[in-house]
């Protein structure tokens, strides 16, 4: 079944950098665009960004636009997301999400991880 | 485009049929989407396109509505639909949520 497992997020220090991982399995992700979505703690969720099944588009939030990159590595089944100069605001737990292929949703979900911005 | 979901909150017993609301600022045609967020848990897919229920999600949910206005039912609610459900549309990026309606059994 699809699985997906991210890693990576921890405490950090505002305007510092921190990179994500999302692990896939269980389908076959060469042919799937993927997002992260982030959640603040007691709020919804927030789009951050998608990048297409061969990495060549990618799409941002204005929230994060310039400061976070979204990225994949298809021989790893892997996602990433690098956050460079951080911010209080991005606190959250960090989502990777599969997109629908044709539509625009999210039809499978990793559990999180949680990024914590703080001194 | 901005989603609202109405009521933000709602207590409803076991065997109530619940309605929640979700409206776009803009025509979104039938690019609605709606998750399912338990306690603790990750978001999960219900409905998408408005109204096509996702592989596996009991027949007591579903959707309806088109153009800028949205409702997801839930016909005789059960103990394990204590959740928050969310919003989505997809007709344009950035893709934007709803806040929220939490619901609780009385």
């Known amino acids: 079944q699809v699985y997906l497992e991210e890693s990576g997020g921890g405490v950090v220090q505002p305007g510092r950098s921190l990179r994500l991982s999302c692990e896939a399995s269980g389908f076959t992700f060469t042919t799937s665009g993927m997002h992260w979505v982030r959640q603040a703690p007691g709020k919804g969720l927030e789009w951050v960004a998608v990048?297409?099944?061969?990495?060549?588009?990618?799409f941002y939030g204005d929230s994060v636009k310039g400061r976070f990159t979204i990225s994949r590595d298809n021989s790893k089944n892997t996602l990433y997301l690098q956050m460079n100069s951080v911010r209080a605001e991005d606190t959250a737990v960090y989502y990777c999400?599969?997109?629908?292929?044709?539509?625009?949703?999210?039809?499978?979900w990793g559990q999180g991880t949680l990024v914590t911005v703080s001194s | 485009i901005q989603m609202t979901q109405s009521p933000s909150s709602l207590a409803a017993s076991i065997g109530d049929r619940v309605s929640i609301t979700c409206r776009a600022n803009?025509?979104?045609?039938?690019?609605l989407n709606w998750y399912q967020q338990k306690p603790g848990q990750a978001p999960n897919l219900l409905i998408y396109?408005?109204?096509s229920l996702q592989s596996g999600v009991p027949s007591r949910f579903s959707g309806s509505g088109s153009g800028a206005r949205f409702t997801l039912t839930i016909n005789s609610l059960q103990p394990e639909d204590l959740a928050t459900y969310s919003c989505q549309q997809g007709y344009r990026r950035p893709w934007t949520f709803g806040q929220g309606t939490k619901v609780e059994i009385k």
């Open positions: 396109a408005a109204s």
């Open positions: 990048i297409s099944h061969d990495g060549d588009n990618k």
């Open positions: 803009q025509t979104i045609g039938i690019y």
């Open positions: 999400a599969r997109n629908k292929d044709g539509y625009n949703f999210f039809d499978y």
